[in-house]
């Protein structure tokens, strides 16, 4: 069966730090992965998704990058933070190209102080 | 563009009761529609979709979803309320783009679950 990773759990940095998240995920191939913001413990904003091994969709313009170095491996990164960066951010995958629903990882929690 | 409104913040509703939490859609073709459910902090669970065939779409948990496409709604349905229940719902419609399967999310409705 396929499972989603993401770690840390729980993260706090301060302002201008850097920052990397990382999602996996096991059991499938050749997945779309996606990033999603939660702000308030309500909203989901789409960061960005791949299609593919170093392929890279921006949602919107913002303070983050990522990055798909392998098939199943998604990395969320900033070079500074803002305290506008703090929130739930969540990982997700789904079946290329299909119409099977979008499967989440557990979630960092970032705070940045 | 493809979206979803979840009209109610909140909805409260007692055990063992019927509840509902509600969903409207706005798709250009055909709506591929999701149901979502989050418990604190933790990561979203798939509850059920709607592709297409019988209006009626029976899910995880117990739950169902009823496609009204005269209404554009989506509503979730459960016939017997648990407090177990209780956490935050997410409707979500399918955008195709560029090859990706993405999708957009509704604002969530809390669903409060009371002996």
């Known amino acids: 069966s396929q499972t989603i990773h993401q770690w840390p759990a729980t993260l706090v940095q301060p302002v201008g730090s850097p920052l990397s998240l990382e999602c996996t995920v096991e059991?499938?191939?050749?997945?779309?992965l996606y990033w999603y913001r939660q702000a308030a413990g309500r909203g989901l904003q789409l960061l960005f998704y791949?299609?593919?091994?170093?392929?890279i969709s921006s949602e919107v313009p913002q303070n983050l990058s990522a990055s798909r170095p392998q098939d199943r491996q998604f990395i969320l990164s900033s070079k500074k933070l803002l305290l506008s960066d703090s929130g739930f951010y969540l990982c997700?995958?789904?079946?290329?190209?299909?119409?099977?629903?979008?499967?989440f990882g557990p979630g960092t929690r970032l705070t940045v102080t | 563009a493809q979206s979803v409104a979840q009209p109610e913040d909140q909805v409260n509703v007692a055990e063992g009761n019927p509840l509902t939490v509600k969903c409207t859609y706005s798709?250009?073709?055909?709506?591929?529609l999701f149901w979502y459910v989050q418990y604190p902090n933790r990561g979203l669970q798939f509850l059920l979709k709607?592709?297409?065939?019988?209006?009626l779409v029976k899910g995880s948990y117990g739950f169902e979803a009823e496609f009204n496409k005269s209404q554009t709604s989506f509503h979730l349905k459960k016939p017997s309320a648990l407090v177990s229940d209780s956490a935050l719902y997410f409707c979500?419609?399918?955008?195709?783009?560029?090859?990706?399967?993405?999708?957009?999310f509704g604002t969530g409705t809390q669903l409060k679950v009371e002996l």
């Open positions: 997700a995958w789904s079946v290329l190209l299909g119409f099977d629903e979008q499967y």
């Open positions: 059991g499938t191939s050749n997945p779309n």
């Open positions: 791949s299609v593919g091994i170093g392929q």
């Open positions: 798709v250009s073709g055909n709506p591929y």
């Open positions: 709607y592709i297409t065939g019988d209006n």
């Open positions: 979500a419609v399918r955008h195709f783009t560029g090859g990706g399967n993405k999708l957009t």
